[in-house]
């Protein structure tokens, strides 16, 4: 019965720890009326860097909805750190577009996902595998604000301290 303390150590560490996270940031106002033209014109642009180039048609959009996506897709890559763990707040708004290629036969429906902060379009992601926990990989980046951090790197100022 040794492992009791050890034990309720353990969990009394774990349940501090989340009740401690950091609160996030303000996901801003919901996207302007315009947004499902910028979505369209951000997928005609990220369909025109692939190749064949491709056009998005038939576009379905959802309603905004306040939403959170795992924070690295936000994060700067610093060789030989991890991300950090937590996610970001904005506003979803799922979308569905059919793509043509020209020479190609008729290609079958996409599902994607725009993400805005703070009142801009900062991401257009892709389904991910699903397969990670805390849907870590339920989303895929076809694009993302390269300029956009909502949130402090605590990576970036531990390594200013030193």
């Keep these: 019965m040794r492992f009791r303390p050890a034990a309720a150590a ?13 609160k996030g940031n303000d996901p801003g106002p919901a996207p ?19 190749s064949p180039h491709g056009t998005p048609t038939n ?16 994060d700067p890559e610093i060789p030989g750190q991890p991300y950090e763990f937590g996610s970001v707040n904005g506003w979803k708004v799922e979308f569905w577009y ?20 703070g009142g ?17 990989d339920k989303w895929h980046a076809d694009w993302v604000d390269p300029s956009w951090h909502p949130l402090p ?9 030193r």
């Design 10 to 22: 353990f969990a009394f560490t774990l349940l501090a720890s989340c009740a401690f996270e950091e």
């Design 32 to 50: 302007a009326a315009d947004h499902q033209e910028q979505v369209g014109a951000k997928m005609f642009e990220i369909l025109q860097r692939r």
């Design 59 to 74: 576009l379905r959009f959802t309603a905004p909805a306040l939403d959170k996506v795992a924070r690295w897709h936000f």
């Design 98 to 117: 059919t793509p043509e290629y020209d020479g190609y036969p008729p290609q079958p429906e996409h599902h994607q996902m725009a993400f805005y902060g």
């Design 120 to 136: 801009q379009l900062r991401a257009v992601f892709s389904e991910g595998c699903g397969n990670a926990p805390f849907e870590l």
């Design 153 to 161: 790197d605590k990576r970036t100022q531990a390594a200013s301290s």
